[in-house]
Nanobody, 122 residues
Framework: VQLQASGGGLVQTGGSLRLSCAASGRTFSRYRMGWFRQAPGKEREFVATINWSSSTYYADSVKGRFTISRDNAKNTVALQMNSLKPEDTAVYYC?????????????????WGKGTLVTVSS
């Protein structure tokens, strides 16, 4: 599985960005997909995940501001980020877990893409 994230950039506090991740694989619809992020000097942290049935799970820090979605026809997963804050500044990574029926809340992902940088200015 290959993953390619895009859509990062510079935005002001309160603004919005939409990240997208394109995935390879003929069974994409079965994958649990997730977004993680790593801020400078910090460990990577979980952001959101979506499973085969489009059930979603979010970190408390982004709940109500971020929305994860998927388009199985295009093999893509998106992260709509609204009301951005400076503390959202990080490299955002797309990840995939190809195991059907895996735990929606698990942070254990098998495949990772290269990140895309999101910078929120104050």
């Amino acid at each position: 599985v290959q993953l390619q994230a895009s859509g990062g950039g510079l935005v002001q506090t309160g603004g919005s960005l939409r990240l997208s991740c394109a995935a390879s694989g003929r069974t994409f619809s079965r994958y649990r997909m997730g977004w993680f992020r790593q801020a400078p000097g910090k460990e990577r942290e979980f952001v959101a995940t979506i499973n085969w049935s489009s059930s979603t799970y979010y970190a408390d820090s982004v709940k109500g501001r971020f929305t994860i979605s998927r388009d199985n026809a295009k093999n893509t997963v998106a992260l709509q980020m609204n009301s951005l804050k400076p503390e959202d500044t990080a490299v955002y990574y797309c990840a995939a877990d190809p195991k059907l029926y895996s735990d929606l809340t698990s942070y254990d992902m098998d495949y990772w893409g290269k990140g895309t940088l999101v910078t929120v200015s104050s």
